[in-house]
């Protein structure tokens, strides 16, 4: 079974703490993805990366960056938390096997508040 | 472009069925529908193609119109495990390896179902 771990499933920091997310796969895929998921606006990309230490800004990079020094981890990086940084963060990694058939696998996710 | 997905929320009796919409208005290389249940990581359920066959696992199928850009899922004879929340996520392009901008999925704002007894 593929399995992708998220470091804390819940975290609470306060206003401008840099926070760090971690996620691991352990299937050798070489995309990794970080979403933030709130009420009534789904999954929204934040980053993702392609390769190792190749990264994408998603549609809502502002306020965070990425780290993947390694294939099988993929960090978010709050730089300065805000409250409206509070929310679900979700990881997920996927396969290229050139079949085009390949899905989204997700983590247990992260509930982080900022006070 | 995200995809908008109807009902938001549907509510039905043990044994009702559904029927949930994802629509784009860009061209489509595929759909993926995940479910997620309260407090857990969405799980896949299925995968459409361009140009592929509707699928079908158990009591739940899904459709790809392509000349619409729209797939719908279908729930028949719903179950209590059926409850929860409703994700498609749609591909502009065939995923290749080491390209930036493909192996992104777009996802819809989700749609939350209710089964009751």
């Known amino acids: 079974d593929v399995k992708v771990t998220q470091s804390s499933r819940y975290l609470v920091k306060r206003t401008g703490e840099k926070v760090f997310l971690e996620c691991v796969q352990d299937?050798?895929?070489?995309?990794m993805f970080w979403y933030r998921q709130d009420p009534g606006l789904g999954l929204r990309l934040i980053y993702f990366?392609?390769?190792?230490?190749?990264?994408e800004k998603g549609d809502i990079p502002e306020g965070y960056s990425v780290s993947r020094e390694k294939k099988e981890r993929f960090s978010l990086i709050l730089e300065s938390a805000s409250t409206n940084q509070t929310s679900m963060y979700l990881c997920?990694?996927?396969?290229?096997?050139?079949?085009?058939?390949?899905?989204?696998?997700f983590g247990p996710g992260t509930r982080l508040t900022v006070l | 472009q995200q995809p908008v997905q109807s009902p938001q929320a549907v509510i039905l009796r043990e044994g009702e069925d559904a029927v949930i919409n994802c629509s784009s208005s860009?061209?489509?290389?595929?759909v993926h529908w995940y479910r997620q249940k309260h407090g857990e990581a969405p799980v896949f359920l299925m995968i459409?193609?361009?140009?592929?066959e509707q699928k079908g696992h158990e009591k739940i199928s899904a459709s790809f119109n392509e000349k619409k850009q729209q797939s719908s899922l279908y729930l028949t004879a719903s179950q209590l495990s059926y409850s929860g929340t409703y994700f498609c996520?749609?591909?502009?392009?065939?995923?290749?390896?080491?390209?930036?901008?493909?192996?992104?999925?777009?996802f819809g704002q989700g749609t939350t179902l209710q089964v009751k007894p």
């Open positions: 997920a990694s996927r396969p290229l096997s050139g079949s085009g058939t390949d899905t989204q696998y």
């Open positions: 299937m050798d895929h070489e995309n």
């Open positions: 990366s392609y390769d190792v230490k190749m990264k």
């Open positions: 860009k061209a489509l290389y595929s």
């Open positions: 459409l193609l361009k140009g592929g």
């Open positions: 996520g749609t591909e502009l392009r065939w995923p290749s390896h080491g390209s930036s901008n493909t192996g992104k999925l777009i």
